[in-house]
């Protein structure tokens, strides 16, 4: 109180509250280097539903695959051509879009994140689509399916067992189903003689797939995914490129018109939606959806590939499965179901005050419905 009872008001400057800052130390909004940011503190529910439905639109536009590959394959193209043409257009397409909308951020990840992103582009990329080539050739599509979607094995067990990161019993559950599964689709026990490096390099698919769901979170803790996808596409189209010149591509072909079974296309379509549809969009989805799945998750819902695909090579060629098969398609999705319960049951973070994501000091609990943007990636 003042002379003759004013009221004196102190002025200065407001000091604003701050926000809750998370134990961890960042917030839980978390920055990118400049790039968009990335939302960490999205709701239990919202978080996995939008991994889950990225998840789904990669395995359904990776299913698409394998009838353009058939197709390409009968107008003349190698399995190694063909993934040439797929990466070096998915490349140039998304590069192009990275520079032009965010080039801020593409240098950034360049600079910051050039190791991961090189791992991804050669392993899971460039390795991964040119060991698939020497497998399908040499051994039944069937069991090919069942051993590169080991994946979700290799990624559990590293997790638990080198990384020393629990999992929720609904996904070893979960990873077992879908591996009876694959088995059925794939009618193993009808196909018993065996080409040892169709075999090594089916299992070599396997390992160079989980290095995505393993390596690419340590990427994208600080850079969205569309600029990860585009570097980490166009390391892996330049190295086909280096072990096939650009220059010996047959270009002629691509004017022709291929049919097979139903399709009666120009091959350059059929490349086109190679390159775009089953490659530009199935990675873009399939790496985004790693923002909100934990790893061993994200592998277990590529495994719905094997499902798209069949629906695929239905629809465009005409394939049917036998009764068997069927049981097979529905124990993998029994699997799947089981891994997205897991989601469901984890535990979830407080409204309020609680660690939206992972952190790196001391032992947090991972599991796999949260998101994972911890520097390691997991």
């Avoid at 585009?230 to 291929?258: E, K, Q, R, W």
């Amino acid at each position: 109180m003042g002379p003759a009872g004013a009221v004196v008001v102190r002025t200065g400057a407001v000091r604003r509250p701050r926000p809750a800052v998370p134990r961890g130390g960042r917030p839980g909004r978390a920055r990118t280097a400049r790039g968009p940011a990335l939302k960490t503190d999205l709701g239990p529910s919202t978080a996995p539903a939008t991994g889950v439905a990225l998840a789904v639109v990669s395995a359904c536009t990776f299913g698409t695959v394998g009838p353009a590959t058939k197709v390409l394959d009968s107008a003349g193209l190698s399995a190694m051509e063909i993934a040439q043409a797929r990466l070096t257009i998915a490349a140039v397409l998304l590069l192009a879009f990275v520079a032009l909308t965010r080039p801020r951020a593409l240098v950034a990840a360049a600079r910051e994140a050039y190791g991961v992103i090189a791992v991804l582009g050669i392993f899971s990329f460039a390795t991964l689509q040119t060991l698939c080539g020497v497998a399908v050739a040499r051994i039944p599509v069937g069991v090919f399916v069942v051993l590169q979607f080991l994946s979700p094995v290799i990624v559990v067990a590293w997790l638990r067992c080198v990384r020393r990161v629990p999992q929720p019993r609904q996904v070893w559950t979960g990873t077992a189903v879908v591996l009876v599964g694959l088995l059925l689709v794939g009618e193993v026990w009808s196909r018993l003689r065996l080409d040892v490096i169709g075999v090594l390099a089916a299992l070599g698919t396997a390992a160079a797939l989980s290095v995505r769901f393993l390596v690419a979170g340590r990427a994208l803790a600080r850079h969205d995914p569309v600029t990860v996808a585009a570097l980490g596409i166009a390391i892996g189209a330049l190295a086909l490129n280096v072990v096939s010149p650009v220059t010996a591509f047959p270009y002629g072909t691509l004017g022709d018109t291929v049919r097979y079974e139903t399709v009666s296309a120009p091959v350059w379509a059929v490349v086109l939606w190679a390159a775009f549809v089953a490659t530009l969009v199935a990675y873009l989805s399939g790496i985004a959806a790693q923002q909100f799945l934990a790893p061993s998750a994200a592998s277990l819902f590529a495994t719905l590939e094997v499902v798209a695909g069949a629906g695929a090579a239905y629809l465009f060629l005409r394939e049917t499965l036998t009764p068997v098969q069927c049981v097979g398609v529905a124990t993998v999705l029994t699997g799947v179901g089981l891994a997205q319960r897991s989601m469901r049951t984890s535990p979830r973070p407080r409204a309020s005050g609680a660690r939206p994501v992972d952190v790196p000091h001391g032992k947090p609990s991972r599991t796999a419905g949260e998101p994972q943007r911890s520097p390691r990636g997991t």
